[in-house]
Structures are given as C-alpha cells and as structure tokens.
C-alpha cells in the first residue's frame, strides 16, 4: 500500500512541475495556453495570475468588451485590475469614468505613470502625450486607442503572443504592423501568407517611402522605371542587411 504522505508529494511534485511549465510557456509567448494550464493548478506561479493574463491577452487580440466584463467580478482585486478599469473607461469614451478610475489607483498606490498618462491622452486632455508602449495587453490596447506615436525599438521583447496580436490591429502604424507581423510569422504564429499579404498592402500605399534595405528592395521591383541595374544593387543590399542582422 502506499503512504499518503508519498502520494501528497508526488502531487506537490506534480503541481510544481506545471507551474513551471505554465510559466515557460508564458514567457515563450504562449500566453492563452499557460493561463488554461495555470486554471488547474491550486497555486499560480510565483508572479503570474491567471485571471490577469486571460484579461490582458483578450485587450491585446482586440477581445476588449470580454477583458472589461471580468471587472464586475468582486474577488479581482489589486494594481491590475485598478488599471484596467481605468483602460475600459477610455476605450469606451468614458473621459469621466476614467478620470475617476484614475483617481482610485492613485489612492490604492498604483505606480503606473506611463500607464496613467496615455489614459489621459486617450480622452484628448493630455497636450503632451508619452510615446506608445506595447509591453502589455493594456499598454496595447491604449496606445491603439490614444493614436500614440511608436518609439524608435517598438517591438516587445518576450511576448511573441503580443507582437502577434500587434499584426492584427488596424489602428497601428502599418509599417509597425508589417515589422511584428514578419516576427510572428518566423515564429509560427500567423501564417507566412498573412505577413505577404500585409507587406504586399504596406508597398501599395501610396504614401509608402521605403525605410529599409527590403523595402527598398520591393519597391525596385514593382517600379517600371528603375533600371535593372538599380533593381540588383537593391536586392544585393536587402540580402546583406538580411545576412548581418
């Protein structure tokens, strides 16, 4: 027969073993998996919730009215949560609800200033915005919604899932859009097709001014009046830039 106590450490075991594998997926950019892991584990991992992940992936895939309902339950409480309620009232116009949202964080010792003053941006009451900042779902989701402008290294580091869901969303800068969406792609988690297909949308704008050694590239290929000489410098240098980066 075997002792209980060897059963209740194999279980300890067990349960430590799926924190850490839930907390490798998240850091590994596999976000939805690792809060569907950390759901049937009695203890999160040690700085990861699972409620808070569930929310703040849903505002980064665009799901905002899904991440703004888990605020009606009573039991989340604490920083995240004081912040995401101030996020759900700027994302739907409510400069009041937001302002007073803002208020209550501040009272419960929020440390968030970026955070608070893209909320502010997002209403128009703010005459010098922060730049954009897309290291969270939340950060995302305001930035988006406030028009910020992207910093010069806008892409998070970490978050795969995000850079993913920053290719989704429309109301970013395409040339930003294009940059993750080539990121995810290589990574396996959008099709190869959607990052062609919203490159090939990014070189039809008529505003577009090639950036880069590939766009350029791109660009030389689809003018009729460069020569083909031009057209092979172009892509010599997009294939040596792709070489030293």
Known sequence: EIMPSLVGSEMCIRDRLRAERARLMFELGESQAAAALMARLDEPPPGLNAD?????LNLALGNEATACDMLSDPDLTGDYWAKLRAVCAALQGNTAGAEMAIEMALQQDVQDTWLLSAVFAASGELPD?????????????????????PPEDPI????????AAM??????PKRLRVEAAGIAAEAELIPVSDY???????LSDPAFVPATPLESAFYAARDPLVSDEERSHALAAALEAAMDS
């Open 129 to 149: 915005p922060p730049e954009a900042n897309y290291a969270s779902g939340l950060a995302l989701a305001i930035s988006e919604k406030a028009g910020l402008v």
């Open 156 to 163: 998070p580091t970490g978050r795969l899932d995000l850079v």
């Open 167 to 172: 290719a989704e969303r429309k109301g970013l």
């Open 52 to 56: 808070e992940i569930v929310a703040d």
């Open 196 to 202: 062609r297909k919203l490159f090939r949308q990014f």
